[in-house]
Nanobody
Framework: QVQLVESGGGLVQAGGSLRLSCKVS????????MGWYRQAPGKQRELVAA???????NYADSVKGRFTISRDNAKNTGHLQMNSLRPEDTAVYYC?????????????????WGQGTQVTVSS
């Protein structure tokens, strides 16, 4: 089966940096896009950044110039480098991947989510 596992969250002071990672496991054929979302208490989940298989990126206006999304296709891993963090960046961050994988000899596709990692930025 497919599993996404995030790591790298934690507590950091305003102005600091964190690097989130998302490891995709399973018999993966291809990952078309990966994205990072976040959800703060009482708010809806929102897209932070996304990257296609070809490397095209998209960012929320609130993080442009501060966050950088990247991926390592050989390792089925994605990263989110977060610099100049602000208290309003505090949220649970989730990794998402649209992918194709093998299951029981068949090629299947789907969109999968990680369990989330907490990022807390203190003022």
């Amino acid at each position: 089966q497919v599993q996404l596992v995030e790591s790298g969250g934690g507590l950091v002071q305003a102005g600091g940096s964190l690097r989130l990672s998302c490891k995709v496991s399973g018999i993966i054929f291809s990952i078309s896009s990966m994205g990072w979302y976040r959800q703060a208490p009482g708010k809806q989940r929102e897209l932070v950044a996304a990257i296609t298989g070809g490397g095209s990126t998209n960012y929320a206006d609130s993080v442009k110039g501060r966050f950088t999304i990247s991926r390592d296709n050989a390792k089925n891993t994605g990263h989110l480098q977060m610099n100049s963090l602000r208290p309003e960046d505090t949220a649970v961050y989730y990794c998402n991947a649209d992918l194709r994988y093998y299951n029981g000899g068949s090629l299947r596709s789907g969109s999968y989510w990680g369990q989330g990692t907490q990022v807390t930025v203190s003022s």
